[in-house]
């Protein structure tokens, strides 16, 4: 498999429930970044790892946790959500984290909170 | 407060004919600017970026506009395909040193046969 993968593709929870979501890339890059798309809504960074280190947790309410165990894996762990937190999240990844670095993203997760 | 702006959320444009997608910003800081596109179920995909040093860029059917003093930038895509069809993010890397964005809300871009 190439590219950036993400699973699941779609999911239902409960606000009890926990969950994870799981990004993997097979790009070697270094740098790999989750996002949140609500609807009508700009996409939203919310971590960046770089070196399996976060480097920028943007605000993020506690009940998402990430998780990197290595350059190519990285997890969304979720629990006691939100209704609000239906949306889609995005994983993505880059050679580094240097700016001007493309990013390459994952098709998503479609995230519904009941 | 949204730092990229994209005013249109939807544009049909008939196949042959010029696609212009729009993209305003209000961070004059900003010195670099991507365009993203997106295919239903599948991730972004990066299609063109800009430095602030040049006012243009070209990749084949595709070129993206800066006016620095207007905030500005645009997509223009000529001749427009049918493949075309899909959802384009402008974007801008948020400060100096790292390499998060700051995205548009799209356009969604519909080429009519």
């Known amino acids: 498999e190439t590219g950036v993968t993400q699973t699941p593709r779609h999911l239902v929870m409960g606000m009890t429930n926990k969950k994870s979501l799981k990004c993997e890339q097979h790009?070697?890059?270094?740098?790999m970044y989750w996002y949140k798309q609500s609807a009508k809504k700009p996409l939203e960074l919310m971590f960046v790892?770089?070196?399996?280190?976060?480097?920028e947790n943007n605000s993020v309410p506690s009940r998402f946790s990430p998780e990197c165990p290595n350059s190519s894996h990285l997890f969304l762990h979720l629990h006691t959500l939100q209704p609000e937190d239906s949306a889609l999240y995005l994983c993505?990844?880059?050679?580094?984290?240097?700016?001007?670095?493309?990013?390459?993203f994952g098709p998503g997760t479609r995230l519904l909170v009941l | 407060d949204q730092q990229v702006k994209q005013n249109s959320p939807s544009l049909s444009v008939q196949e042959g004919r010029i696609s212009i997608l729009n993209c305003d910003y209000t961070?004059?800081?900003?010195?670099?600017f991507l365009w993203y596109k997106k295919y239903p179920a599948e991730g972004p995909t990066f299609l063109i970026s800009?430095?602030?040093?040049?006012d243009k860029n070209e990749d084949g059917r595709f070129t993206v506009f800066l006016n620095k003093s207007a905030k500005h930038l645009s997509l223009h895509i000529v001749p427009s395909q049918p493949g075309d069809s899909a959802v384009y993010f402008c974007?801008?890397?948020?400060?100096?040193?790292?390499?998060?964005?700051?995205f548009g809300t799209g356009t969604r871009l519909t080429v009519i046969p």
């Open positions: 993505a990844s880059s050679q580094n984290k240097g700016r001007g670095e493309t990013q390459y």
């Open positions: 790009l070697g890059h270094n740098a």
């Open positions: 790892y770089n070196f399996k280190e976060q480097t």
């Open positions: 961070n004059s800081m900003f010195d670099y």
């Open positions: 800009i430095s602030s040093i040049k």
């Open positions: 974007a801008a890397p948020r400060g100096t040193g790292a390499n998060n964005l700051f």
